[in-house]
Nanobody, 124 residues
Framework: QVQLVESGGGLVQAGGSLRLSCAASGRTFSMSAMGWFRQAPGKEREFVAAIMWSGGTTYYGDSVKGRFTISRDNAKNTLYLQMNSLKPEDTAVYHC?????????????????WGQGTQVTVSS
């Protein structure tokens, strides 16, 4: 089992920045990739970004490219999401997730472990 705990969410004005963290514990050696997804009320869960745990290759959803940066600290088993130039439409609950299979990382299917999520609210 892998446990994931997100932190860093909050309320920010449009144009501002936030950094989310996701601390992983347990059988972290089984992870090959981690990602961030978000879900706004009444909407489906949306892919935000993903990173390969080994090598660091990154992937981004179209709506966040150029504004968000995903990174990881292998020694601390921690995943980060730096969010800049935030927009009201970025408002959502942000979840981190971990998977063992390093493929199709933009799909929710295949992620074995999910965190509870952290709320991000961007005011206009």
């Amino acid at each position: 089992q892998v446990q994931l705990v997100e932190s860093g969410g909050g309320l920010v004005q449009a144009g501002g920045s936030l950094r989310l963290s996701c601390a992983a514990s347990g059988r972290t050696f089984s992870m090959s990739a981690m990602g961030w997804f978000r879900q706004a009320p009444g909407k489906e869960r949306e892919f935000v970004a993903a990173i390969m745990w080994s090598g660091g290759t990154t992937y981004y959803g179209d709506s966040v490219k150029g504004r968000f940066t995903i990174s990881r600290d292998n020694a601390k088993n921690t995943l980060y999401l730096q969010m800049n130039s935030l927009k009201p439409e970025d408002t959502a609950v942000y979840h981190c997730a971990a998977r063992g299979v390093p493929a199709l990382v933009w799909k929710t299917e295949g992620y074995n472990y999910w965190g509870q999520g952290t709320q991000v609210t961007v005011s206009s």
